[in-house]
């Protein structure tokens, strides 16, 4: 057998020639490097094939082991950049399962999660500490470096850690449990997309031979819309709640921004259709933030859309924002959120823009802006609709609102709105 050489360094003399930035360093960004492999595994659920996010695992797995092999060799500005890095992706990542804990119930998940939490805890303390312990007193150059790494820092801010944190955050949509129909007036459907997933509903039977499909936002579940379909059953008409896919007891990968959520409402489009209690060409859809965009966009794609009610509207991909506007800052940053989604998600964004669906939609549109950020994504969109839109601003409402802050004006509007296009 070959002698080992006693001069040349062994596995453990090299892990023990390691500094103790490193170390740390190192422990830290295995246990979020954990959680990672926990959220891409074993967090997807029914409906998720374990290769959605394997880009994202990967990239992960590589960015992790290159900074662990390489930390020691960083300068310590280097060493600091890398630690907060990873530090704020795990924090933002692990803080969820906090919350979910307190608030719901604990998964194995969560455990994982609130570890990650630690680790980039950790990890922002060590790049904090970083600078301090190698500091330099009476080097002018050094300080005018660090006055520098202001400004790439705020860039780094906006160009780069929201948007990607964000994206992160959108990963996932920790479980909550949907709980039981309104009441007994409420039948349990459960509806099949084309790709395969299985959703839960909550309907309500017609009185005046009208239906309503009711679209909740991006981060809430069947419950969202209660309020506004116990409005709209007060009248008579039928009312469809469903989780959107990845929500509640629904099926599949929830995503902030609608992705994927057009199949969930043409399977919701095609049971109205084989109800008796519904009539053809009495179809209208009602939607809060991202549902109020997958109403548009559903109106788009099916002719049985008769009437839009879409309150808080915004964007859906990067088409969108850049139609919005022409400031580099916001197209950038909006270019990076929406690249980070398809990145982390592994699936790609709309085919489509708001602009462009509304504006080949046969559909009435009646757009609920509240304040002033809504009232010029209303105003975009209603250039695009032309004639079959109508925009409705509360300048002193906040986001999906309305009806709690001015219940008679907004029962008034919609009910006259339906009334007009269903009845």
Known sequence: MPRENPTAPSRFGRLRT????ALVFSVAAVLALAHAFDDA???SGPGVPLTQHALALAIAVVATVAAIVRFDALRPGARAVTAFTFGVLAALNGARHGHHILHEQ???NDLTGVLALAAGIVLIGLAAWIPFHHRRKGNPKRW???VAMVP????????????VGMGIVDIHSLHRAAGHPPSADYETVRLTTSDGLHLQAWYRPSRNGA???MLSGGSGDIRGT???AQLLARHGYGVLLF???GTGNSEGTPNSYGWGREKDAAAALDYLATRKDVRPGRVGALGLSTGADMAIDIAARRSDVRAVVADGTAAIGYEDVKAFTANPVTRLNGWVLFKSLEIIQGRTGPDASLVDQIARSRASHLLVAAGPAEKDWGELYQRAGGENTDVWLLPNAKHTAALRQYPRAYEQRVLAFFDQHLR
């Open 144 to 146: 005018a470096i660090r």
């Open 18 to 21: 390691r500094s103790t930035e």
């Open 152 to 163: 790439a820092a705020l860039l780094a801010l906006v160009f780069f850690y929201l948007p």
């Open 106 to 108: 604990t998964t194995a």
């Open 226 to 228: 209660i309020a506004h």
């Open 41 to 43: 595994l074993l967090l």
């Open 243 to 245: 989780g959107g896919r």
């Open 211 to 213: 239906a309503v499909l």
